[in-house]
């Protein structure tokens, strides 16, 4: 099976949940959990009563509207925040080995529509 996620405009990024985390501890917290916020609606409404059990390969597509920020920083935050939400939503039992064999990124630029754009696909092991 197959399965895709997507988040309109953007995340916060890895530099921008540093910056709230020096600033206080409670304010890069605070900062994740929005973001986690942000992606559960998106799944709440793309994955309506999903609930994977198999093993999954995550193929996520990061659509920015320019190239200010730099590639790491967009998806470490944004697959940590994302990888939580699907857990949180029950979506995915866990986030750890088990349930998640690996993950792909690609980049793209579109001014009009940034997205992220997460295909999860269940794999046979």
């Known amino acids: 099976m197959e399965y895709l996620l997507i988040i309109p405009g953007r995340l916060d990024n890895l530099n921008d949940f540093i910056r709230a985390d020096k600033a206080s501890r409670y304010k890069g917290g605070e900062m994740k959990k929005q973001n986690e916020a ?63 064999c690996g993950f792909s990124d690609e980049f793209r630029i579109d001014a009009e529509n940034p997205r992220i754009e997460v295909r999860i696909r269940e794999v046979e092991t």
């Open 38 to 100: 942000i992606a559960s609606v998106y799944i709440r409404k793309c994955l309506r009563d999903v609930n994977i059990n198999k093993k999954v390969f995550m193929e996520y597509l990061w659509v920015e509207k320019n190239k200010r920020r730099d590639l790491d920083n967009i998806s470490s935050f944004g697959r940590k925040v994302i990888q939580d939400a699907l857990v949180n939503c029950h979506v995915l039992k866990n986030d750890g080995w088990e349930q998640i």
